[in-house]
């Protein structure tokens, strides 16, 4: 289980890696917006650096903890914030991609991992509401105050709203797995139990054919001496 989730993080990485490579360079070569490019290279260099040291952890077969997850997920959400903050702040309209690491975090992790990666989301989306590089629209770009704040709070509840939902869809699915589990324990003992009383029987049979045979020709020769 460990080992197919920290493979799938890897694969999930490396799709966000490419798709951050390809933003970042559409919109400074071909839209022209005036990025800090440099700075946001970086912040993807980090994110493959991350993900070659999960590889080498994944080949190594070390056990990935619930602690260990929820530090991969914590540096995803923190590098994704960096290129947010670089890139508009939660006017990026790819700022709807926070919602993903609290997903994986509320279908694999305890409910304590998932609520402290939640806050810990909230707290960044905070932060860069109200400080960040703002792109250069060609066209103005203004919002009301209180769409703005419609926005944060849409995130907010959104946040909460999914790790809730999510954590308890996979708790339904995590106890249907146990259930599935413990009756195939049952029925593999059960078996085992069955195929002992076979070889119990035929071994009573394999004895007893001799210990028959024996018992008569003692008897015989009772009867001849008497």
């Not at 959400?77 to 919602?99: A, D, E, H, K, R």
């Not at 926005?151 to 797995?177: C, D, G, Q």
């Not at 078996?191 to 076979?198: C, D, R």
């Amino acid at each position: 289980m460990n080992t197919v989730l920290l493979a799938n993080l890897i694969k999930i990485r490396w799709i966000a890696i490419i798709g951050q490579l390809i933003t970042l360079f559409t919109i400074f070569f071909i839209f022209n917006f005036t990025i800090p490019l440099t700075e946001c290279l970086f912040v993807v260099l980090l994110s493959i650096l991350v993900n070659f040291t999960s590889y080498f952890i994944q080949r190594g077969n070390s056990t990935l903890t619930d602690k260990k997850t929820f530090l991969f997920l914590l540096f995803d959400i923190s590098q994704l914030v960096g290129l947010l903050f670089l890139t508009g702040g939660i006017f990026n309209p790819f700022v709807i991609l926070i919602l993903a690491p609290i997903i994986i975090s509320a279908s694999y992790l305890s409910a304590f991992w998932t609520i402290l990666l939640s806050l810990y989301s909230i707290v960044l989306i905070l932060i860069i509401n109200f400080n960040y590089i703002p792109l250069n629209w060609e066209q103005k770009f203004i919002t009301p105050s209180l769409y703005n704040i419609g926005i944060l709070v849409a995130l907010i509840i959104t946040i909460i709203f999914l790790a809730i939902y999510a954590y308890l869809f996979a708790s339904s699915a995590r106890k249907i797995s146990s259930a599935l589990t413990a009756t195939e324990l049952k029925l593999s003992n059960q078996k085992k139990t069955t195929e002992v009383a076979y070889l119990s029987a035929a071994a009573v049979h394999e004895l007893s054919t001799p210990l028959n045979t024996i018992f008569l020709v003692l008897n015989d020769l009772l009867k001849k001496k008497y």
